[in-house]
Every structure is written in C-alpha cells, then in structure tokens.
C-alpha cells in the first residue's frame, strides 16, 4: 500500500491514505525521535549518493555526527515514510525513503535532498521543494537555493525543470528557486489533479 500527502493544507497525516501520486511515500516534518531513522536513511545511500548530497564523502561517523546535530542547523526536516507516517502501539513507522534538511537565512533558505536509489524517478525531488516553498514562504524567505556537484545532471534537471536559475561554477554548482514559483507550481499541480480526477459531468448522458 502506498501512503501519502492528503491535501494541500498540511504535511502528513496520522494514518494511511493511499496517495501513488506521491511516489508511494507519505511525508510529514520530521521530529528528534525520527534521528534513527534518519540516520539509517544516510547509511542506505552509496558513497556515491553521499558524496553528491553533501558534495564531498562523508563517513559513517561524520553522517552519525551531522544527524545529531541536525536540528541545530536545519530550521525544517521533510521526511517522506515508506509506510505509516507515525508509530503507533502495535506498528512502527516506515522507513525514511526521502529526506530535505532546510536551513534559514534571513529572506532565503537552503536545502538539501536526498532520496534512496529505488525511490528515484518519481518527481520525489520536485514535491520536497515545493513543499519546503510553502513551509518557508510565511517565514518571508523568498528565495530557496541547493548547492551540489557539477555531476549531479538529477539535481540539476530538477532546478532547471522547476525554474530555478543554475550557476555551474569548477568545483559547485548553485541552484537558485523563487519561493513564490515553486508555490504557484504546486497550486497548479495540485489543481490539475482535482481536475483529472473530478467525476465528468457528462458522465452517464451518453
């Protein structure tokens, strides 16, 4: 079964709504209880995975160390659950499959993804965000960058799909997105959805 986002007005929900549209996963802001599974989040990724995350490698004691600290340097965590979004008394919560750290900076903010290999290819990137815009967007911040290595062409599709302005410099690259764009992208994603799948008023006249 597949959990997710049910509706626009918030970040997860306390029970099971199938939602495929979001890649199979529920999301909700993540607390310090999730810090074990976070970290277990991190040591699913490769080295690879690692290395482009946080544009450099990074240990299994360095991961350790910055999922301690993380909600010292992150304002928001975005975790989305492979499974039910909270524990409950005779269940445990899914894994951790998708994660965003935000960081806040006066009217701007930076982010960080990451997404298990088996969980790519399904927009995952894109809602996280998205969703980050709109938890950011009442703090004033206006502009949402992502900094990652000038390999990382998933990361920089998604800038570039989500109109976000790209900076590839030697050694970096800077992705620049306007808080209101990603917004307005999410509204209309969100409204295209209840269009396709209102019941058609000719439904049944034929």
């Not at 975005?78 to 524990?87: C, E, K, Q, S, T």
């Amino acid at each position: 079964m597949s959990f997710g986002w049910p509706n626009f007005g918030f970040l997860g929900y306390p029970i099971a709504v199938p939602r495929p549209e979001h890649g199979g996963l529920g999301f909700r802001q993540a607390r310090r209880a999730d810090a074990a599974a976070i970290a277990e989040h991190y040591r699913h990724l490769s080295p690879l995975d690692r290395n482009l995350r946080f544009c450099g490698g990074v240990s299994d004691s360095a991961m350790e160390a910055h999922v301690a600290r993380i909600w010292d340097t992150a304002d928001i965590v975005i975790a989305g659950f492979d499974g039910p979004l909270w524990p409950g008394p005779f269940h445990k919560a899914g894994l951790v499959r998708a994660l965003a750290e935000v960081s806040i900076e006066g009217q701007e903010a930076e982010i960080g993804l990451s997404v298990h290999e088996e969980f790519r290819r399904r927009g995952l990137g894109r809602q996280m965000v998205q969703m980050a815009a709109r938890l950011l967007a009442p703090r004033g911040v206006e502009t949402l960058k992502a900094y990652t290595l000038p390999r990382n062409r998933a990361m920089l599709g998604l800038g570039r799909d989500s109109g976000g302005t790209v900076t590839i410099a030697e050694d970096d690259a800077e992705i620049a997105f306007s808080v209101k764009g990603l917004i307005a992208a999410l509204r209309e994603r969100q409204a295209d959805k209840a269009v396709s799948s209102a019941p058609s008023v000719f439904a049944g006249n034929s």
